[in-house]
T-cell receptor
Framework: DAGITQSPRHKVTETGTPVTLRCHQT?????MYWYRQDPGHGLRLIHY???????DKGEVSDGYSVSRSKTEDFLLTLESATSSQTSVYFC????????????????FGPGTRLLVL | QKEVEQNSGPLSVPEGAIASLNCTYS??????FFWYRQYSGKSPELIMS????GDKEDGRFTAQLNKASQYVSLLIRDSQPSDSATYLC??????????????FGQGTILTVHP
């Protein structure tokens, strides 16, 4: 998994509870991404980071926040979990983006299965 | 219209046959195209990337890109049961400052039967 770990790997929580998922990389890559994967929707980008303290929203960011205080860690927080956030969450990293957006191959972590009851 | 669409599948082919997976995209300025393979319960793994029109071959895999038709495909020759997985097409949203954001298709489930 290209030096990417995610924790926890599985989590069951209750509606209204805050939840934080962690992505840790040992590759020193600049770019990090959080996706969720749901049947019928494929992989959808939640948030991404293009450097320490530099983050931006993806297509399904409502209800999620992120932080990146170190190159190696990218945290995804569900401030108040809802059942609609039950999903598999994947972190991804990429090394570089050159002019025109090329060379942005992304490598994925093992995923976190989250169940919100 | 979805930004990235894949043939819905599931696709079933016999062992040794050629599996053909197709993907169309809507954003004409897209520049980078990727195929990922995802086994059940696992994370996506990159198998091919392609940036220029034409064919790119890597072992049993061939990616084909036609930017004029906004079409990218993946051929798997001599399909093996171990190729059974979901195949995801991913497209770079746009050039310039996209920070490498990718848009994924829904995926096509491929089953290779002995």
């Amino acid at each position: 998994d290209a030096g990417i770990t995610q924790s926890p790997r599985h989590k069951v929580t209750e509606t209204g509870t805050p939840v934080t998922l962690r992505c840790h990389q040992t590759e020193n890559h600049r770019y990090m991404y959080w996706y969720r994967q749901d049947p019928g929707h494929g992989l959808r980008l939640i948030h991404y980071s293009y450097g320490v303290k530099d983050t931006d929203k993806g297509e399904v960011s409502d209800g999620y926040s992120v932080s990146r205080s170190k190159t190696e860690d990218f945290l995804l927080t569900l401030e108040s979990a809802t059942s609609s956030q039950t999903s598999v969450y994947f972190c991804a990293i990429s090394e570089s983006v050159v002019a025109g957006g090329r060379r942005e191959t992304q490598y994925f972590g093992p995923g976190t299965r989250l169940l919100v009851l | 219209q979805k930004e990235v669409e894949q043939n819905s599948g599931p696709l079933s082919v016999p062992e040794g046959a050629i599996a053909s997976l197709n993907c169309t995209y809507s954003d004409r300025v897209s520049q980078s195209f990727f195929w990922y393979r995802q086994y059940s319960g696992k994370s996506p793994e990159l198998i091919m990337s392609i940036y220029s029109n034409g064919d790119k071959e890597d072992g049993r895999f061939t990616a084909q890109l036609n930017k004029a038709s906004q079409y990218v495909s993946l051929l798997i020759r001599d399909s093996q049961p171990s190729d059974s997985a979901t195949y995801l097409c991913a497209v770079n949203n746009a050039g310039g400052t996209s920070y490498g954001k990718l848009t994924f298709g829904q995926g096509t489930i491929l089953t290779v039967h002995p």
